[in-house]
C-alpha cells in the first residue's frame, strides 16, 4: 500500500512547530508533522528522542513549549487532557496501566464511562448505561478479549493485558488512536498477536504508533517518521524514509541492519 499524496487527504492532527523543554533539555525541538485520515503512522527513534513527550503533547498530557497542535484544523494547543476522548483522540501508555483486581468487562467498562461528561453523570439514563455496556462489549471484541471478559486482569498474560489496554483506549470510541510502545516487553507470538490487531485498527482508526520493533513497523505503517535527539529528522513514506541517507547514518549508526 502506498501512501496517498499529503495534500489531497485531510491530516486529523497536526503540530506546528511543536517544542518541549524540560529545563536546558529540549525534548521536542520544532517538530511539524501532519497525521492523515487512517493513514498509519509510526515515529521511531533511539532511547530519548522524544517519543513519549510527543504523545504526551498530542494528547495534552503535557503542554508544549511552543507550537501549536491542531485537530482537524481546530487549535487544541491549549485545550485539558480530559477533553481528548470528546475530540476522538485516544492513548495507550508505554508502561502498562490496567487495573489489575477488575475484570477485563470492568476495566473497559471503567474507561467507556470516562467519555461521559460529568455534567451528564447524574442524570444518567438506563439507556446510557446501557450504551456504555454496549461499548464495552464491543472494545473487548475489538481487541481480541471477548472470551476473557469476566477474568481478573492481573491474572491474565502480560500479552493479554496490553491487549485489555488497547480495549480500554477503544472504549472511550476513539477515531485517532496514539499507541506508545503497545509491543514492548512482549514475547514472540504475544507479538504477532499484536501485530495482527494492530494491522486490523488501523484499517479503522488513525493510527499514531511509536515502536522499538521495526518489523512491526514495517509491517503496520505506511508512514514513517524518524526522530532523534527531541528533533524530526525525516517523515514520509516508509520505503522512502528507510531508503535515506541520513536516517541510515544517525539512527542506524555504523552500518547496523536495523531496517
Ligand atoms: N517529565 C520530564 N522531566 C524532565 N525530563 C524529561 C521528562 N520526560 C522526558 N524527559 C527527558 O526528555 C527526553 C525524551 O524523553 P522521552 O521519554 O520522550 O523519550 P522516548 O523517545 O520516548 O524514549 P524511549 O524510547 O526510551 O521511551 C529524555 O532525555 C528524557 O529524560
Ligand atoms: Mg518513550
Same mark, same amino acid.
Not at 518541549?20 to 529540549?26: E, R
Not at 471478559?149 to 500479552?159: D, E, F
Given at each position: 500500500?502506498?501512501?496517498?499524496?499529503?495534500?489531497?487527504?485531510?491530516?486529523?492532527?497536526?503540530?506546528?512547530?511543536?517544542?518541549?523543554?524540560?529545563?536546558?533539555?529540549?525534548?521536542?525541538?520544532?517538530?511539524?508533522?501532519?497525521?492523515?485520515?487512517?493513514q498509519?503512522? +509510526?515515529?521511531?527513534?533511539?532511547?530519548g528522542?522524544?517519543?513519549?513527550?510527543?504523545?504526551?503533547?498530542?494528547?495534552?498530557?503535557?503542554?508544549?513549549?511552543?507550537?501549536?497542535?491542531?485537530?482537524?484544523?481546530?487549535?487544541?494547543?491549549r485545550?485539558?487532557?480530559?477533553?481528548?476522548?470528546?475530540?476522538?483522540?485516544?492513548?495507550?501508555?508505554?508502561?502498562?496501566?490496567?487495573?489489575?483486581?477488575?475484570?477485563?468487562?470492568?476495566?473497559?467498562? *471503567?474507561?467507556?464511562?470516562?467519555?461521559?461528561?460529568?455534567?451528564?453523570?447524574?442524570?444518567?439514563?438506563?439507556?446510557?448505561?446501557?450504551?456504555?455496556?454496549?461499548?464495552?462489549d464491543?472494545?473487548?471484541?475489538?481487541?481480541?478479549?471477548? +472470551?476473557r471478559?469476566?477474568?481478573?486482569?492481573?491474572?491474565?498474560?502480560?500479552?493479554e493485558?496490553?491487549?485489555?489496554?488497547?480495549?480500554?483506549?477503544?472504549?472511550?470510541?476513539?477515531?485517532?488512536?496514539? *499507541?506508545?510502545?503497545?509491543?514492548?516487553?512482549?514475547?514472540?507470538?504475544?507479538?504477532?498477536?499484536?501485530?495482527?490487531?494492530?494491522?486490523?485498527?488501523?484499517?479503522?482508526?488513525?493510527?499514531?504508533?511509536?515502536e522499538?520493533?521495526?518489523?512491526?513497523?514495517?509491517?503496520?505503517?505506511?508512514?514513517?517518521?524518524?526522530?532523534?535527539?527531541?528533533?524530526?529528522?525525516?517523515?514520509?513514506?516508509?520505503?522512502?524514509?528507510?531508503?535515506?541517507?541520513?536516517?541510515q547514518?544517525?539512527? *542506524?549508526?555504523?552500518?547496523?541492519?536495523?531496517?
Open positions: 500500500m502506498t501512501a496517498a499524496p499529503v495534500a489531497s487527504r485531510e491530516a486529523v492532527l497536526e503540530t506546528r512547530g511543536l517544542t518541549k523543554a524540560f529545563g536546558g533539555l529540549v525534548a521536542v525541538n520544532a517538530v511539524s508533522l501532519r497525521f492523515l485520515e487512517r498509519p503512522h +509510526a515515529i521511531i527513534g533511539p532511547n528522542a522524544g517519543k513519549s513527550t510527543l504523545v504526551n503533547l498530542l494528547t495534552a498530557h503535557m503542554r508544549p513549549s511552543e507550537g501549536q497542535i491542531l485537530c482537524r484544523g481546530v487549535d487544541i494547543t485545550l485539558p487532557a480530559h477533553k481528548m476522548p470528546g475530540l476522538g483522540i485516544g492513548r495507550s501508555y508505554q508502561k502498562t496501566n490496567v487495573f489489575p483486581s477488575f475484570s477485563c468487562f470492568e476495566n473497559v467498562r *471503567l474507561a467507556a464511562q470516562s467519555r461521559l461528561s460529568t455534567s451528564m453523570r447524574f442524570f444518567r439514563p438506563a439507556s446510557s448505561l446501557r450504551d456504555t455496556n454496549a461499548h464495552a464491543e472494545a473487548l471484541e475489538l481487541c481480541g478479549l471477548s +472470551a471478559r469476566h477474568r481478573v486482569a492481573g491474572t491474565m498474560s502480560y500479552g493485558q496490553r491487549q485489555l489496554e488497547i480495549g480500554m483506549v477503544l472504549a472511550t470510541a476513539p477515531q485517532i488512536l496514539v *499507541l506508545d510502545e503497545p509491543l514492548a516487553g512482549m514475547g514472540v507470538e504475544e507479538s504477532e498477536l499484536m501485530v495482527a490487531l494492530l494491522k486490523d485498527l488501523a484499517r479503522r482508526y488513525t493510527l499514531i504508533l511509536i522499538h520493533d521495526m518489523d512491526a513497523v514495517f509491517s503496520i505503517a505506511e508512514v514513517l517518521t524518524v526522530m532523534v535527539n527531541g528533533t524530526m529528522l525525516e517523515s514520509g513514506p516508509v520505503e522512502q524514509v528507510r531508503a535515506s541517507q541520513a536516517v547514518d544517525a539512527y *542506524l549508526g555504523d552500518g547496523g541492519e536495523v531496517f
